[in-house]
């Protein structure tokens, strides 16, 4: 059982892509990420990668749960997301739904002011792509959108960015994307933070089309 002077932590799980993350923290003196490949096997694993991670640690240490909500692989975001819900219904603890996209525009935030904006894409089915654009919010600790996560075909997406005169090149995401699992539980303790308590029921996974992963 937790003790009144125990700190509370934060969980987060990233699916979307053949590589899963883990990452848990107190806020304050503790972070701990990890990665597998688990490609196809996630399904397999992901339980036990879960109570081995959190170890020594019980579920009645976390106060929130986050989890990449998508766009990603169907089956391995449907995975995460499940699993996330359930896991938050049954502790009675909020769970934030956080864009894969936004994560990584996260991971590299420390490459962009203030005021910059940050254009990410993924690669999606039948010729199309994955777009956001996102800057870095007036205190710098989490992100505003420009653009919400879309599915279209490149020229719209360039057509996007020129509208926008955002002439930098954008971030494109890799095929493993579990090393962002940090930048899902920063982004989600931002929105604690500021008073969000949201129910299981919120996280909604974005599937948009399957990512090609060949």
């Known amino acids: ?103 990584f525009a996260w991971f590299h935030q420390d490459k962009y002011d203030i005021n910059d904006p940050i254009p990410v894409q993924m690669k999606a089915s039948r010729g199309q792509l994955y777009g956001a654009i996102y800057t870095k919010n007036t205190e710098g600790n989490s992100l505003n959108s420009l653009l919400v996560d879309t599915v279209m075909m490149p020229e719209e997406w360039e057509k996007k960015l020129q509208d926008l005169q955002i002439f930098s090149q954008p971030l494109i995401t890799p095929s493993a994307l579990g090393m962002t699992a940090n930048s899902v539980l920063k982004l989600a303790n931002h929105d604690w933070q500021q008073g969000k308590r949201p129910h299981w029921s919120e996280a909604i996974p974005f599937y948009g089309m399957s990512v090609v992963t060949n």
Request: glycine share 6%; charged share 15%.
């Open 1 to 103: 059982m937790t003790s009144l002077n125990s700190p509370l932590y934060g969980l987060a799980l990233h699916t979307t892509s053949s590589q899963l993350g883990l990452s848990l923290s107190d806020f304050a003196q503790e972070t701990y990420t990890k990665t597998w490949e688990v490609d196809r096997e996630l399904s397999n694993y992901l339980h036990q990668y879960l109570l081995d991670f959190i170890a020594p640690k019980t579920w009645q240490d976390f106060k929130f749960i986050a989890v990449a909500k998508g766009p990603g692989s169907f089956t391995s975001t449907r995975i995460g997301m499940v699993t996330a819900r359930t896991l938050s219904q049954q502790l009675n603890i909020p769970l934030f739904g956080v864009s894969t996209l936004a994560a």
